[in-house]
């Protein structure tokens, strides 16, 4: 996974990239992560990358030609580009387009945002795809930028420790991660469920089923909505609303499942 970043705040991108996962995969090989200074490609003695918008307004915006002459000095013959544009007016994204991400053959370019935003023309002139990770504003798109880059990166094969690790994950199956414990089985009064200390495998993979649908019922009822659970799951649904009928009165957007 080749990941180009464009940004006007290195530090921000290289100390995250340095720790953990990230910085593991790029240790194995499997993700090779560029970071740009914007502020290199611009000709103005005091590297200014910003200016006023037109029209009048608050805040500053991104000058386009310091970004196109960064990424003119990336090109490469028979090189070949995604551009990304980290910004909540972009699509959700979701573990499939993570997925997607992390299986990209292309170099993705990354082109983070600061102040009010980049100038329009870099988007349509470079035919960038737009990526938000929710329905708020960060500062600038480098925290968003590695957020990206991170749940790409789980999909490589060797990047995690467990390969399993990746499909387990919360939304792996549009479903949400089942509860999990370590050592000691005793913390301050509170114990771990017995059926996990059973060794019975078939019994704990039939738990942590049951429990992944709990969790989403309870906090995520919208991701049951319009899907085709099999026989096993709509038992287990089953069972849990004998247990605590309430999960299916969980508000989402002004209304409930009931």
Same mark, same amino acid.
């Given at each position: 996974?080749?990941?180009?970043?464009?940004? @006007?705040?290195?530090?921000?991108?290289?100390?995250?990239?340095?720790?953990?996962?990230?910085?593991?995969?790029?240790?194995?090989?499997?993700? %090779?992560?560029?970071?740009?200074?914007?502020?290199?490609?611009?000709?103005?003695?005091?590297?200014? !990358?910003?200016?006023?918008?037109?029209?009048?307004?608050?805040?500053?915006?991104?000058?386009?030609?310091?970004?196109?002459?960064?990424?003119?000095?990336?090109?490469?013959?028979?090189?070949?580009?995604?551009?990304?544009?980290?910004?909540?007016?972009?699509?959700? @994204? $979701?573990?499939?387009?993570?997925?997607?991400?992390?299986?990209?053959?292309?170099?993705?370019?990354?082109?983070?945002?600061?102040?009010?935003?980049?100038?329009?023309?870099?988007?349509?002139?470079?035919?960038?795809?737009?990526?938000?990770?929710?329905?708020?504003?960060?500062?600038?798109?480098? *925290?968003?930028? @590695?957020?990206?880059?991170? !749940? !790409?990166?789980?999909?490589?094969?060797?990047?995690?420790?467990?390969?399993?690790?990746?499909?387990?994950?919360?939304?792996?199956?549009?479903?949400?991660?089942?509860?999990?414990? $370590?050592?000691?089985? !005793?913390? %301050?009064?509170?114990?771990?469920?017995?059926?996990? *200390?059973?060794?019975?495998?078939?019994?704990?993979?039939?738990?942590?089923?049951?429990?992944?649908? %709990?969790?989403? @019922?309870?906090?995520?009822?919208?991701?049951?909505?319009?899907?085709?659970?099999?026989?096993?799951?709509?038992?287990?649904?089953?069972?849990?609303?004998?247990?605590?009928?309430?999960?299916?009165?969980?508000?989402?957007?002004?209304?409930?499942?009931?």
């Amino acid at each position: 996974m080749q990941c180009e970043i464009l940004t @006007l705040f290195p530090e921000i991108i290289s100390g995250v990239a340095s720790q953990s996962i990230l910085k593991r995969a790029q240790e194995m090989g499997h993700l %090779r992560l560029r970071i740009h200074n914007i502020r290199d490609y611009t000709p103005d003695p005091h590297r200014v !990358a910003d200016d006023v918008p037109y029209g009048g307004g608050g805040g500053m915006v991104m000058k386009a030609e310091p970004i196109f002459q960064a990424i003119d000095a990336l090109r490469q013959p028979g090189g070949k580009f995604r551009f990304v544009i980290p910004s909540p007016q972009g699509i959700p @994204l $979701t573990q499939s387009l993570a997925e997607e991400l992390s299986q990209e053959h292309q170099s993705l370019v990354f082109i983070c945002g600061h102040y009010e935003g980049i100038d329009e023309r870099v988007q349509s002139g470079l035919a960038a795809e737009e990526i938000s990770i929710g329905d708020y504003v960060l500062t600038g798109g480098e *925290l968003a930028t @590695l957020v990206i880059i991170d !749940a !790409a990166v789980r999909f490589i094969p060797g990047v995690l420790g467990d390969p399993q690790s990746a499909q387990q994950d919360s939304f792996a199956d549009s479903l949400l991660d089942y509860p999990h414990f $370590t050592r000691p089985s !005793a913390v %301050r009064g509170l114990g771990v469920p017995d059926i996990l *200390l059973s060794g019975n495998h078939q019994a704990i993979k039939r738990w942590r089923r049951k429990e992944a649908l %709990r969790n989403t @019922l309870l906090k995520r009822p919208d991701l049951l909505e319009d899907r085709n659970l099999p026989d096993e799951d709509q038992q287990l649904i089953h069972e849990i609303l004998e247990e605590s009928p309430s999960a299916l009165c969980q508000p989402k957007a002004g209304r409930s499942l009931s």
